[in-house]
């Protein structure tokens, strides 16, 4: 078997060898500070009492990546996959709750409006514009105090910022690849107002099915954020946005299938799912005094789901919080309630998930010393109304809590370490399974199950110079009736016992004034301790769909004083193939590997170009899934190329 990373050798050598003695505009061995502020409270990153892995728009915008898909999938820790075959929703891993699942077991946010779900599909997120993107802070092992239901593995919180002046940005490229991008803001020291369009698409990377089509895309993407200040004390905020995507994705393919050519059309039609999101928003902050700040949001946002020619499903759910914070000598408390009341309809029920919170969370800073502790407590409501027969409704009660501690030994030194007991209440679609009794099998109510409930510590440090950046951290966690789908009945049920154990290692340095590398190490494990239910066949097995080893790779080149070369390589170790909780199918999740590269060039001071190309050395990737039979969705699996260009105005 090849080198996993020898492609990146070769490129990183030929790339250090054509370029002759860069130098930086400004001083780029100084590595700029990074603040994180996932517990409403700004630090730098390496006094807070969490693991976290942030990334600012410098990064965003040197990897020329087009979608958040992208970004996250190429230069995160993260697996993010296609679900199934959807960018646009993609499955999530983080910390090894596998990619089938491991999306419900992280809250994702943008300026704190949550975008999961209450039923089993993931995150959309395709329809937040990259462009909009100022920070992504990723927390592991935390969160569970503020954002409650969900955060078992940690969360993903996604910041925007009122921008000052305008853009226009355009790039195409092979497959059909091609988009648009105008933003436009205005601030002023009473006001503020930000709007975004943001248009893509793709041509589709497999042959063309039974009716001519082939496995196109297109996303278009609207945001309006504005802010005014009526008084010094006192702001308030409205936000706006809607999106259209219109997807076709492949069915899997058999090995060999996949094998002989991963583009290949086996006699089908695509699937073809279009979704339609609008959403809005109100917030206020009033600062009391100077100790006391209030704050409170609304947030409403409707959604048609639409299996094209399948009727649509509807989505409507409403969010709220009221909040207080306090703030004296080193001390800051956070208390407040939030609900989040969703609901799903379609032409045979409505189901609806309503949660209801209450938090408190407090941090206290002296010299070199900060700790944290906090503790919420939720109720989540369940109705299942179908249009025949009785409702039936349920109710929890669950309790999460957290306890953190940083210590800076001197600047460049500090230790972590956290605690944290989370749970992740069902969706609505666990309490349905397969009925047989019908064919094709059609899903039937099967019961209410039970929540899941973590516990995790985390044990890390921090190591910051001028020049080089590191994070590392090891992690375990202890679980409790896991959620997942048993592939073989199809039913929704609970892994009694199973626990994750890991280590996770982040390094920036600026090797010379004119050339900073990085490195993004994960190592996990993810066990199956006791599963009853399965008459112990999954008990002492791996979670399937987890990888022990994962590695994103960067290197950044100045050329001259305008051009930026960024080069990355993404590997990720062989696991078992996803459903395969037995761990007895021999045909398991090939390695993924892909290496990227981009060069961007400022032309002046407004004018900016770029090239990228993706998957350089044509690695054919893809999802194994473990069934009746092994079948696998192709990711990843073409060389694409794309040029673009940006203006500032």
Known sequence: MQAPLSPLAAALGAALAVMAAPAWADNAATLADVTVSATRIDMADQDAPYASEVHTRADIERSAASSL???????????????YGNRYAPGINMRGYGSTDGYQNVVVTVNGRRLNNIDMVPQLLG????????RIEITKGSGAVLFGDGATAGTIQIYTKPRNGASLETYAGNYGQRGAIATAGLVREKFDLSATLDHGRTGGFSDRDLSGNKDHSEANTWGLTAGVRPIDDLRVELEAGASHIDTRYPDPLSVPQFDANPGMNKG????????????????????????????????????DSAYVPASPTHYRSTSNEVALQFSHQGLVLNAGWQNFDGKRSDATNTTSKKNDGVFVHGQYSVNQLTVSAGVRRERVQYRYAPTAGNALESTERLTSWELGGNYRFNPALSAFASLSSAFQAPDIDRFFAMD??????????????VPAKSKTLTLGLNHQTERNRLKASVFYARLKNEIYLEPMTWANTNIDQSHKY?????????????????????????????EVESGNTYSGKDLPGVP???????????VADQGLLHLSHNWRSTAWAEGDFANANPLRQRIFQSTDVNYRHRFGKN?????????????????????????????????TWKLGAKIQF
């Open 69 to 83: 898909f992208d970004y996250l999938a190429q230069q995160t820790s993260l697996q993010i996959t296609p679900s």
């Open 127 to 134: 329809a937040i514009s990259l462009a909009d993107i100022e």
């Open 268 to 303: 089908t039609n695509y699937t073809h799912q279009q979704y339609e999101t609008k959403h809005w928003g109100l917030g206020v902050d009033y600062a009391l005094n100077e100790q006391w700040k209030f704050s409170a949001r609304h947030r409403d946002e409707d959604k």
């Open 436 to 449: 047989w009794s019908t064919w094709p099998p059609t899903p039937s109510f099967n019961d209410f199950i």
């Open 502 to 530: 890991g280590l996770e290692v982040q390094d920036r340095f600026a090797l010379t004034p004119g050339i900073a590398a990085s490195v993004n190490y994960t190592w996990t494990r993810a066990q199956i301790d006791r």
């Open 548 to 558: 022990r080893h994962a590695v994103v790779l960067g290197l950044d080149v100045r």
């Open 607 to 639: 004018v900016e170009a770029y090239v990228g190309v993706s998957n350089l050395f044509d690695r054919k990737n893809g999802i194994w899934v473990s069934g009746f039979n092994t079948s696998v969705y192709p990711v990843n699996f073409e060389r």
